[in-house]
Structure formats: structure tokens, C-alpha cells
């Protein structure tokens, strides 16, 4: 699944800017900071110190930041990753993937899983581990299956579901050889199917009053499941800690507590630099730099599943007309971004050129080079032509209205800051003020849901490796996840047809091309990925840049 940190459970969006890329100016170039050439792909390796359970010691704690979002259910449209990373430590993990994207299943919930094709249609059929039990004694069985399939398909619009793709590919869920056998029907063949899995609902949960305002604020650890379970939730300071769940039939869980602390970046690195803190994201290289070689920690660096794009809200006054929207992207030099980005950080990759696929994934093309180019001198002319003339001031008016836009800043971050200070430079150089407007992290989720911005910085983690299975929530006129509101339903239909596609190869070729007619939409422009690096305590097991890989909670721990 694709995780926004705000949006779908495939797809979530994240809250802050991390570190990122850089392009030549005439936009196809490549993303780098220091010297030499920059390389043709984003790297790919993993840093996170795999560790056997066996060698796991038992006992100890495991702090981060981290904390409950408005919306704790990760199925729901406004879910973050930060909502999708603490449902994980309290919920089922019943589906993973490796570090290159290979599907894993985990046997303390499905015992046995089958994949047929008949007659054109696909067939799954989940064999649940008899001994697994929600935590109010509810057997996880086909019901669970099939009212996650139910909550997301989008047959009930009430649902305020993320994705619906996929699911609604699935003709029926029923009961197999007993309660505890599921099988699927698709329609045709879905290859990504395990993405829609990955973890699922209490039958309590999927009812559309609990889907929707269940999780708000609250946590649910009665409809969970797994090695863990809340332990303690503070309300007032958003620090939770989990505790090992005595109802919980697998492997033991080797923590004592895990314990997520409510801070912002800054705030963070010295909270790591105190020792309060066993793991820290460092988003550039001050952070870095503060964090590099303290006594009893070590720096983990790998390649990256996040991407961070420029989205344009069409819904805006000024950005409805899409030869604005054009222009403006043509006056984004993404190669200065990018060398704010990376300043003093050792690291290279291409500009990233794509929403559904990273540059070191098999099938990627860089879609954006394909239909934009940087040219502030043509985005001048093409402003003029669409009635948009110089002020005293220097900035555009037209009918009487000044061509200003809203950027709201979460945060503290001096990076999140300093990018918003280029982009604004960018914009003034052609006659765009940009309107920067400071505002808290917490209101990440609102901004987008009440689509509160003109031009909005946010980013997207990818939980599995099926790129074209999001493309809909990317570019889809009609879904509530485009925090754009671009497209056309001819397009959609476009969309559509490539979910219906058997075959991953000819479905990810499909998807670039349509991608390409997506883009020119000018509503969403990708800017930069850069490294995943973290500060950790050293001997922290299956804990760093993992890629596609989501270590189990019962596998985290410190090494014996």
C-alpha cells in the first residue's frame, strides 16, 4: 500500500518536508548535492540492521516521535502515516513486503494462502490461523475479510474510504471450508491484490458511523489485535505507550514498552541528542550534522519510498485556469530546491519524475520530463497571454485581483522554511506573490480535507511496491484523495482501465502513459524524494531505512 501522510492506507501523506533532490534547469536533470555525476536511479539499498528474532533480547524500551492524528483509522481518507504507523503497533500485520517489494505473509494470521485464475477471473482464498482473536474475543475469521472489503469497495459512498481501488475489483467475499476460511472473487485479475490485506477491520469497525468517527482522536485496542496493545494514551500530550498484549497467540513481543512521544523536528533532534530518544528521522544537514557521532548511536542511511510534490488546488480562483497552473510549474526551478535539499548531505539521485514509481523500481519513467520543462521566460509570456499583466509592484493583476497565492507552513523546520522562501522567489521572479502562512502540524489533516491552500508542499510513502495501483488516488477527478480536484472523467475512465490490467508489466507501461495525460492537467508537481537517514541507538534491531519493508512489532528490539 502506498501511505499518504494524509491520506489513503495505500497512500499516506507526510507532515513535514525531509530531505530531498535536485534538477538542472532545463528540467530533465538529476537530483544531487557534493560532486561527481549524479547516478540514473535513486540508490536502493537498505540500512536497518536485520536481526534474527532469536538474537532479539528480551525486555527494554523503544522510544520515538511520534503520536495518535485526528483520524486513527488508516482505511479512512484523512489517515496519516503517522496514523498508519501506530494502528501497526496495535492491529493486525497479517501482510508484508520485503525491502524490494516481495509479498510476505504472516502466519499468525494466515495460515495458508492460494491464488488461482479461472475463466479470466482471479480467486484468492486466505486460510485464517485458528487461534487468531481480536482482543475482545471476536474471532478473526471471513467476516473481517469480507467487512473490510465492504468498507472500502466503494458500493456505500458514506464510506469515507481512501482508495477504493482494488476492492472494488473483488465480486464477493464468502465463507470457505469453515469461519475461518476466505475466499475472494475478483473480476479479472488484480497482481496487487495483497496490498488491500495488509492488516483489516474488526466487523465492529466497518460499520460506517465507526469507520468514519471511531478513530478520531481515539484509539480502539478491543478491535485489535497482535503482539502489542495500548498501554497508556495521553489525550492532552498525544504520548502513547504500548504494552505487551496478553491475548496475543504468536511470537512474544521482545519489548517491554512502546513508547511514541509528541514533539516536532526540532524538538526531536534534541531529544535524541539527550538521550530521550532511541531513533530520530535527520531531515537535512543541520539535523544531521547534530546528530552525527554522538557516543552510542550510529547514523542509518538508505534509499527512500517518499516522494514530496506541489499540489495545486484547482478549486482556487486563481488556479482554475490550467495555463496558470502551467506557468507556474514552468517557473519552479526544481534543481534549487534541490540544492537547498541537499546541502551538505553526501547523496544523488534523478529528479523525480513520476507519483506512482520510484526511479530505482522496475517499469519507472520520468513522465514529468516528458510534458514540462523549466522556463520562466515562456511561463512570462504565456501569464500575459491569459490577461495577467504586470503591477506597479511588479506582481500580476487582473479584473482587479492581484495573482497571489496561500502557502500554508506546518512547523518549525528551517528546511520546510528555507524551500518556501526559494519557491517564492521563483514565483515573484515572474510576477506570483506567494502568500506564506505558518501554521501548526496538527492542522495537516484539516488543511488538506478542507482543502485550505493554493499551493500546498506534502508528501507520499510507499507501503508496497504496486505504483499503478494509485494512480487513481493521484489523478482521479473524482476522489476525495486528489487534494488537487484536476482531472476530467474521460480521464478517469482512462485511469480505470489500466486497475483492470492482469499483467504487472503491461499494467505499470499503461500507467506511465496515462500518468503523462495526467500531468498535463499542471496540478501536481513532484520535486523530490531524497534518503531515508536516522539517528539510532546502536544494538536497536530491524529498525532504519527499510524501503518497502515494515518490520513486525514482536521482531523490534534491542540485540542481545
Given at each position: 500500500?502506498?501511505?499518504?501522510?494524509?491520506?489513503?492506507?495505500?497512500?499516506?501523506?507526510?507532515?513535514?518536508?525531509?530531505?530531498?533532490?535536485?534538477?538542472?534547469?532545463?528540467?530533465?536533470?538529476?537530483?544531487?548535492?557534493?560532486?561527481?555525476?549524479?547516478?540514473?536511479?535513486?540508490?536502493?539499498?537498505?540500512?536497518?540492521?536485520?536481526?534474527?528474532?532469536?538474537?532479539?533480547?528480551?525486555?527494554?524500551?523503544?522510544?520515538?516521535?511520534?503520536?495518535?492524528?485526528?483520524?486513527?483509522?488508516?482505511?479512512?481518507?484523512?489517515?496519516?502515516?503517522?496514523?498508519?504507523?501506530?494502528?501497526?503497533?496495535?492491529?493486525?500485520?497479517?501482510?508484508?513486503?520485503?525491502?524490494?517489494?516481495?509479498?510476505?505473509?504472516?502466519?499468525?494470521?494466515?495460515?495458508?494462502?492460494?491464488?488461482?485464475?479461472?475463466?479470466?477471473?482471479?480467486?484468492?482464498?486466505?486460510?485464517?490461523?485458528?487461534?487468531?482473536?481480536?482482543?475482545?474475543?471476536?474471532?478473526?475469521?471471513?467476516?473481517?475479510?469480507?467487512?473490510?472489503?465492504?468498507?472500502?469497495?466503494?458500493?456505500?459512498?458514506?464510506?469515507?474510504?481512501?482508495?477504493?481501488?482494488?476492492?472494488?475489483?473483488?465480486?464477493?467475499?464468502?465463507?470457505?471450508?469453515?469461519?475461518?476460511?476466505?475466499?475472494?472473487?475478483?473480476?479479472?485479475?488484480?497482481?496487487?491484490?495483497?496490498?488491500?490485506?495488509?492488516?483489516?477491520?474488526?466487523?465492529?469497525?466497518?460499520?460506517?458511523?465507526?469507520?468514519?468517527?471511531?478513530?478520531?482522536?481515539?484509539?480502539?485496542?478491543e478491535w485489535g489485535a497482535g503482539p502489542?496493545?495500548?498501554?497508556?494514551?495521553?489525550?492532552?500530550?498525544?504520548?502513547?505507550?504500548?504494552?505487551?498484549?496478553?491475548k496475543w497467540w504468536g511470537k512474544k513481543?521482545?519489548?517491554?514498552?512502546?513508547?511514541?512521544?509528541?514533539?516536532?523536528?526540532?524538538?526531536?533532534?534534541?531529544?535524541?541528542?539527550?538521550?530521550?530518544?532511541?531513533?530520530?528521522?535527520?531531515?537535512?544537514?543541520?539535523?544531521?550534522?547534530?546528530?552525527?557521532?554522538?557516543?552510542?548511536?550510529?547514523?542509518?542511511?538508505?534509499?527512500?519510498?517518499?516522494?514530496?510534490?506541489?499540489?495545486?488546488?484547482?478549486?482556487?480562483?486563481?488556479?482554475?485556469?490550467?495555463?496558470?497552473?502551467?506557468?507556474?510549474?514552468?517557473?519552479?526551478?526544481?534543481?534549487?530546491?534541490?540544492?537547498?535539499?541537499?546541502?551538505?548531505?553526501?547523496?544523488?539521485?534523478?529528479?523525480?519524475?513520476?507519483?506512482?514509481?520510484?526511479?530505482?523500481?522496475?517499469?519507472?519513467?520520468?513522465?514529468?520530463?516528458?510534458?514540462?520543462?523549466?522556463?520562466?521566460?515562456?511561463?512570462?509570456?504565456?501569464?500575459?497571454?491569459?490577461?495577467?499583466?504586470?503591477?506597479?509592484?511588479?506582481i500580476r493583476v487582473k479584473n482587479g485581483?492581484?495573482?497571489?497565492?496561500?502557502?500554508?507552513?506546518?512547523?518549525?523546520?528551517?528546511?520546510?522554511?528555507?524551500?518556501?522562501?526559494?519557491?517564492?522567489?521563483?514565483?515573484?521572479?515572474?510576477?506570483?506573490?506567494?502568500?506564506?502562512?505558518?501554521?501548526?502540524?496538527?492542522?495537516?489533516?484539516?488543511?488538506?480535507?478542507?482543502?485550505?491552500?493554493?499551493?500546498?508542499?506534502?508528501?507520499?510513502?510507499?507501503?508496497?511496491?504496486?505504483?499503478?495501483?494509485?494512480?487513481?488516488?493521484?489523478?482521479?477527478?473524482?476522489?476525495?484523495?486528489?487534494?488537487?480536484?484536476?482531472?476530467?472523467?474521460?480521464?478517469?475512465?482512462?485511469?480505470?482501465?489500466?486497475?483492470?490490467?492482469?499483467?504487472?508489466?503491461?499494467?505499470?507501461?499503461?500507467?506511465?502513459?496515462?500518468?503523462?495525460?495526467?500531468?498535463?492537467?499542471?496540478?501536481?508537481?513532484?520535486?523530490?524524494?531524497?534518503?531515508?537517514?536516522?539517528?539510532?541507538?546502536?544494538?536497536?534491531?530491524?529498525?532504519?531505512?527499510?524501503?518497502?519493508?515494515?518490520?513486525?512489532?514482536?521482531?523490534?528490539?534491542?540485540?542481545?
Amino acid at each position: 500500500m502506498r501511505t499518504r501522510l494524509a491520506l489513503p492506507v495505500a497512500l499516506i501523506a507526510a507532515v513535514s518536508v525531509t530531505a530531498t533532490a535536485c534538477q538542472s534547469s532545463s528540467g530533465t536533470g538529476s537530483a544531487h548535492s557534493g560532486a561527481g555525476k549524479a547516478p540514473s536511479a535513486a540508490p536502493s539499498a537498505a540500512d536497518y540492521n536485520p536481526t534474527p528474532y532469536d538474537r532479539v533480547r528480551d525486555g527494554g524500551t523503544y522510544t520515538t516521535v511520534g503520536t495518535f492524528d485526528d483520524q486513527g483509522n488508516p482505511f479512512n481518507v484523512n489517515s496519516t502515516l503517522t496514523a498508519s504507523r501506530i494502528w501497526s503497533w496495535y492491529n493486525a500485520d497479517a501482510i508484508t513486503y520485503s525491502p524490494t517489494g516481495e509479498v510476505q505473509y504472516n502466519p499468525d494470521y494466515f495460515s495458508d494462502v492460494k491464488v488461482s485464475v479461472e475463466g479470466g477471473n482471479q480467486k484468492v482464498v486466505l486460510t485464517v490461523n485458528p487461534k487468531a482473536v481480536f482482543n475482545d474475543g471476536t474471532p478473526i475469521d471471513w467476516t473481517a475479510i469480507k467487512a473490510t472489503w465492504q468498507a472500502n469497495n466503494g458500493s456505500d459512498k458514506a464510506f469515507a474510504a481512501s482508495s477504493t481501488d482494488g476492492y472494488a475489483q473483488i465480486t464477493s467475499v464468502t465463507k470457505g471450508a469453515d469461519a475461518k476460511q476466505a475466499v475472494l472473487t475478483f473480476k479479472g485479475v488484480n497482481p496487487a491484490w495483497s496490498a488491500l490485506f495488509t492488516t483489516f477491520l474488526h466487523p465492529k469497525a466497518a460499520t460506517v458511523a465507526h469507520f468514519n468517527n471511531a478513530y478520531v482522536k481515539k484509539a480502539h485496542p478491543e478491535w485489535g489485535a497482535g503482539p502489542y496493545t495500548v498501554g497508556k494514551w495521553d489525550a492532552h500530550s498525544g504520548d502513547i505507550t504500548f504494552v505487551r498484549n496478553p491475548k496475543w497467540w504468536g511470537k512474544k513481543g521482545k519489548l517491554d514498552k512502546r513508547v511514541y512521544v509528541n514533539l516536532e523536528t526540532t524538538a526531536a533532534v534534541n531529544a535524541f541528542k539527550n538521550g530521550q530518544l532511541d531513533y530520530v528521522s535527520a531531515v537535512d544537514a543541520e539535523s544531521l550534522k547534530q546528530i552525527k557521532g554522538l557516543k552510542g548511536t550510529e547514523i542509518r542511511s538508505g534509499g527512500s519510498p517518499f516522494e514530496y510534490s506541489l499540489y495545486f488546488n484547482t478549486r482556487s480562483s486563481v488556479l482554475a485556469d490550467k495555463a496558470v497552473r502551467k506557468a507556474i510549474e514552468e517557473s519552479v526551478d526544481r534543481a534549487q530546491i534541490a540544492k537547498i535539499q541537499f546541502q551538505g548531505l553526501d547523496y544523488s539521485e534523478p529528479l523525480p519524475g513520476s507519483a506512482i514509481l520510484y526511479s530505482f523500481q522496475k517499469g519507472y519513467q520520468d513522465n514529468v520530463a516528458a510534458v514540462l520543462k523549466y522556463a520562466p521566460e515562456e511561463a512570462k509570456k504565456a501569464l500575459d497571454a491569459a490577461g495577467w499583466k504586470p503591477g506597479g509592484d511588479g506582481i500580476r493583476v487582473k479584473n482587479g485581483q492581484k495573482l497571489a497565492l496561500d502557502y500554508p507552513l506546518l512547523g518549525d523546520d528551517p528546511l520546510g522554511k528555507a524551500t518556501a522562501g526559494a519557491i517564492a522567489a521563483m514565483l515573484k521572479s515572474v510576477g506570483v506573490r506567494l502568500d506564506v502562512r505558518k501554521a501548526e502540524e496538527a492542522d495537516f489533516s484539516r488543511i488538506l480535507s478542507d482543502r485550505k491552500f493554493d499551493l500546498f508542499l506534502s508528501g507520499n510513502r510507499s507501503m508496497d511496491p504496486f505504483g499503478a495501483r494509485y494512480l487513481c488516488d493521484f489523478y482521479c477527478s473524482d476522489r476525495d484523495s486528489n487534494l488537487t480536484g484536476a482531472g476530467t472523467p474521460a480521464l478517469d475512465e482512462q485511469i480505470r482501465a489500466v486497475s483492470r490490467i492482469g499483467d504487472l508489466t503491461e499494467q505499470t507501461r499503461k500507467a506511465n502513459e496515462v500518468e503523462r495525460e495526467a500531468l498535463q492537467e499542471y496540478a501536481f508537481l513532484p520535486l523530490f524524494s531524497g534518503p531515508s537517514t536516522y539517528g539510532v541507538k546502536k544494538g536497536l534491531a530491524n529498525v532504519g531505512a527499510t524501503i518497502f519493508y515494515n518490520p513486525l512489532p514482536e521482531t523490534v528490539g534491542w540485540e542481545k
